[in-house]
C-alpha cells in the first residue's frame, strides 16, 4: 500500500503548521491561514480546520484527483 496523503483537521492551523515545519525542515508547499500543505517524499500532508459532518455527525473530506 502507497500512501498519498495525511490530512489533519485543526482548529490551529499555524500551530500544527509550525510543528511540521520544525519536524520535517521545510517549509509548506502551500499555506495559508486555513491550510497548509507539505510534501515529504511522496506522502501530502494536509492540515486544515474545514471538514462536514453528515447528519450521523461522520465527519467526511471530499478530494479531487490532481492532474
Known amino acids: 500500500m502507497k500512501l498519498n496523503e495525511l490530512a ?3 482548529d490551529n492551523v499555524k500551530q ?3 510543528f511540521y515545519r520544525r519536524l520535517l ?3 509548506p508547499a502551500a499555506h495559508s491561514d486555513q491550510m497548509a500543505i507539505f510534501f515529504t517524499n ?3 500532508i494536509f492540515i486544515h480546520s474545514a ?3 453528515d447528519p450521523d455527525g461522520h465527519q467526511i473530506e471530499i478530494t479531487q484527483k490532481e492532474d
Do not use: I, P, V
Request: proline share 0%; charged share 35%.
Open 8 to 10: 489533519f483537521f485543526t
Open 16 to 18: 500544527m503548521s509550525d
Open 25 to 27: 525542515g521545510t517549509e
Open 42 to 44: 511522496e506522502t501530502k
Open 51 to 53: 471538514y462536514l459532518r
